[in-house]
Each structure stands twice: as C-alpha cells, then as structure tokens.
C-alpha cells in the first residue's frame, strides 16, 4: 500500500491524502480505497486522469509561503512507483486545462524609493485582508500571506509580493485577475505612499538595503544559498519574475510540451528581458535575473537535458529529483535544515534530523519546490524563464505559451523546428541570451528573426481556440517588429531623458 497525495486544481497547494491499493495497479489504472479532507470529497478516476470533486463547504488553500504537511502519518515507505503516480495524477484532458500565471513585484517607498520593510508589509497586507475580504496565513505571530478562494498572496523572499492566480480557462481572464489584485494592493498601498515596481531586479538598492522577511524557509534557504556564493541570495532577495503554469493531457504529451519550452525558454527571456540595472546604473545584461539564476547550484537549475533524450518521462524526471539535494522538511509546523541529504537517501531512511520516519508525497511536493530548472515539473509544468514586468507584459507571458503549447499545430511546429537543435545550441542559448536577448546570433540569424517565427505559431494558436486572445501578444508583437526589449527600452531612457539617473525608473516602472 503506498500513499497517495492529490491536489485539486493547478495552482493550489491544498493537501488531500489518501491510500491506493499499488498491488490494484494494472497500466495507468488504479483502485482507490479512500480519499477525504474534512468537507471536501474526491472520486479519483485514473482511467482517464480526471479528479470529480464535490464540495460541501470552502476549501483551504495554502499560500506559497508555507509548506505542506501530512495529516496523517505516513505507516508504509514511499516508493518510486509512489512519486511517478503523483506526476501522472496531474495528466488531465483537454477541456480541464487551464492556465495559472503568477507574478512578483517590488515594494518601495514614494518619498525615499527605498525598499518596503516587514513591518509596512503587514501593515499592507492586513489592510488588503480587512478591506478586499482575503484569509491570512500566520507563520506564529506574523503575517506572511493571504488566500481567497483559489487565488494567494505570498512574501518572498526579499520582501517581494507575490500573487498566486487562480487556474483559470482564458486569457481575458487573466487579464481581469491580475487588474483586480493591482487595483485592490495599490489602492491600500497609495494610502501608504508605498509603490509597486515591475522590473526583473533590484534596480538600485544593495543587499544589504533588503528587508529581512521572517519566514523560517527563507532564512534556511539563505543559509543554503550562501555556500554558493552572493550570487544565490542575490537571486533569492533582489528578483522578480512572472511564470505560467500549463497542463498536459499525458505522458506523452508532457514530453512534447517539455522539449518544446525548455528549448524556447531561453527566447522567452529574451522577449521579456527586463533586468538591465543594479546599483542604480546599467549592469550591462538584457537579463540579469537570468543570468543569476544560472550560476549557483547546478543540481536544482538548468535546461535538464536528459528530457531530450528518447527515454525521458516521469520515472526521468522523478529520479533526477530524487538527487537533488534537500533543503529542508517541515515537521510539526516547523522547517527542519537537511543540507547534504537527497529524497533518494529521505526514502532510505538516512535523513538524520529526522531519522526513523518515513517521507510523504507533502515531503515531496515540498522538495519540488526547491528545484529551480528552467521548466519545472509537478502535477503541472511552470514555465520560469521570464523577468517581471509591467501589466502588458505580465497579460503576454500566458499569451505567448498558451499559443504555443495548448494548440497541436503551433507545438508541432516548434519541435519541428528544435528538432536538430542540440545540446550545445540549447545550453549556447541559455548562457548566451542574458547578456545579448533578441540580438543573440544563432544558426546564421539573430535570435530575433526566430522569435518572429515563434510569435507567429503563438499567435495562430491563440486564434484557432476562437476567444480573441491574441491581442494579449501585442506587446511582444512591437519588441519583436522594433528588435527592442524593456530592458533595451530602459537603458535607452537611463541615458537620454532620465540623464543618467536611475531614480526615474521608479515611476517609469511602477504598477
């Protein structure tokens, strides 16, 4: 008997566990004995992978900020096989994909343009709680994030406030989602004299300047990061991105889907580049949050080419988790440090802060958490390649990937086109499109005149699903025309009409 964790739609960290019979496993179909949460109730149908749920009451959804535990204690080891039926758990048809798009921002003070402390954080997000009618989530005495209904609001690491969107069926939608959550934190913030900056890095203060955030997970993974040098808290404390999170409808349509935007992922960030300032003057990257989030750790980050090779699956991915090292396991509402000790050796029983339990599919989806990759995978995929931006650019992200991944035609022409593709020219890609963007040369043209080519499929995907999305590409349709990112945009302001001073980027940029 193995343990089963299932979650309900994509997007949400709500944690419902229950038993399957593995010794019942006959291909991708399984016997479920029980599964219930307190008034929610799942009827779980692997046949064709889709979750029926009913409801009696409000489900709770945990925020990003804290970890998941088990309500019940885990009475049989975890088994691999265990870890695979999580991932295929998330395979899904059609009709029930969705799209999840979430965005962070940086806080900061009209009058000083210094970065927002805990304490106005609080303040802020226990005035948003009171006046728009959201939950709060307490880590002991401190606030550290909201939820309603299937949309959260977290703290990051550096202060950063991050909306987790609700999985949604259109782009229109995305748009209003993200337009509410704007209004709702800048009519508090305003009042505050407190702004919102949509940029991929800090653009002028040091990390020292940083607040401190107090989340237990955050001072361990500070911890952690530091033995790879600044740069890891850097990209911890002082980043901000926007990231979609996609289904798929199998195995195999998990494998496309994930060849396909690891290998464009590097032109994702390209097309987003937003990122060109540090210490109040151009740092000379199109993409510096990019550039960042390559150089430390290189077991939990990258382009994971194993998922182009012919054996790649779940089981692949699955077993590259397994040695990635752990960070932490969350024990009694409290995080445990576990540097040096993988999953594979947790589910061998070597882990010694903890030593004699067992791991749960929580422990799990808490380890994936900590993974960094260009494309992650869960019971979902999320596309991570894009730096933060302003409302247009966060609207295109889902856009561009949608028209991309969700229309058969428009998939098939981009892994037609990366099909000879190789390592080196995904790996020359990703190391190279952080300092030159669009204007990157590869295979005899710039990376430009293969983003209008991309743009194009994005586009025609976006039109054969007949719901007038594709407007939501405008803002991308101009940086591919002109050759000009946001960060080009940027730097050519810095040093015309902002004369060389970067305080200007603060109403250039703000929400």
């Known amino acids: 008997m193995g343990l089963l964790y299932l979650k309900g739609k994509l997007g949400s960290s709500s944690m419902f566990l229950g038993k399957v019979d593995s ?31 009913y409801r009696r009451g409000r489900s709770v959804i945990v925020a990003t900020g804290p970890a998941t535990e088990a309500h019940a204690i885990a009475t049989e080891p975890l088994t691999k096989d265990d870890l695979i039926d999580y991932m295929l758990s998330g395979c899904k048809p059609k009709e029930k994909w969705r799209i999840g798009t979430e965005h962070e921002k940086f806080g900061f003070e009209f009058d000083s343009l210094r970065p927002i402390k805990y304490n106005q954080i609080s303040a802020l997000l226990n005035s948003i709680a009171a006046r728009f009618d959201w939950d709060k989530i307490m880590e002991g005495d401190n606030i550290i994030g909201l939820k309603t209904g299937n949309q959260s609001i977290s703290l990051e690491p550096g202060g950063q406030i991050e909306l987790s969107g609700a999985p949604l069926k259109t782009l229109h939608q995305t748009y209003d989602e993200i337009n509410s959550h704007l209004y709702q934190v800048k009519t508090v913030a305003e ?15 040091r990390l020292d300047d940083i607040p401190h955030v107090p989340k237990v997970r955050y001072d361990i993974m500070q911890n952690y990061f530091r033995k790879f040098g600044l740069l ?65 750790d290189k077991h939990r980050s990258g382009m994971l080419p194993f998922v182009f090779c012919e054996t790649f699956g779940f089981e692949q991915f699955v077993d590259y988790a397994l040695d990635v090292p752990m960070i932490f396991v969350y024990r009694k509402n409290k995080y445990i440090a576990c540097t040096g000790m993988s999953f594979r050796d947790f589910m061998a029983g070597k882990v010694s802060v903890i030593r004699g339990q067992m791991p749960t599919l929580s422990d799990w989806e808490n380890h994936l958490t900590t993974i960094f990759p260009e494309v992650r995978l869960k019971r979902y995929m999320e596309m991570r390649g894009a730096d933060g931006g302003s409302l247009n650019m966060l609207c295109a992200l889902p856009a561009f990937w949608v028209g991309l991944l969700y229309d058969e035609v428009s998939l098939h022409n981009v892994l037609d086109m990366i099909g000879d593709w190789s390592t080196e020219d995904r790996q020359y890609l990703r190391n190279q499109v952080p300092f030159t963007g669009l204007r990157t040369p590869f295979q005899g043209r710039l990376l430009q005149h293969v983003a209008e080519d991309v743009l194009k499929w994005a586009k025609d995907g976006l039109d054969r699903r007949c719901l007038n999305e594709s407007v939501f590409l405008d803002p991308l349709m101009e940086v591919v025309e002109t050759g000009m990112t946001p960060a080009d945009k940027l730097v050519e302001m810095y040093y015309s009409k902002w004369g060389n001073n970067i305080d200007h980027v603060f109403r250039e940029c703000c929400y």
């Not at 006959?26 to 009827?43: A, D, E, I, N, T």
């Not at 149908?45 to 979750?51: E, G, R, T």
């Not at 289904?247 to 464009?264: G, N």
């Not at 990122?275 to 960042?292: D, E, H, I, M, T």
Request: with cysteine.
């Open 232 to 296: 890891g808290v850097h990209s911890l404390l002082m980043t901000c991105s926007v990231q979609v999170n996609l289904d798929f409808s199998s195995e195999a349509d998990m494998i496309k889907k994930m060849r396909a935007s690891l290998a464009l992922q590097p032109l994702a960030t390209a097309l987003f580049a937003n990122s060109p300032f540090k210490q109040g003057v151009p740092n000379g990257y199109a993409s510096f949050r990019s550039y960042l989030s390559s150089q430390f």
């Open 191 to 205: 009042e505050m004299r407190i702004g919102f900056l949509g940029l991929g890095f800090q653009p002028k203060w």
């Open 23 to 53: 010794n019942q496993r006959k291909g991708s179909c399984f016997k479920l004995s029980s599964l219930c949460s307190g008034s929610v109730h799942y009827q779980f149908l692997y046949k064709d992978k889709a979750i029926a749920r």
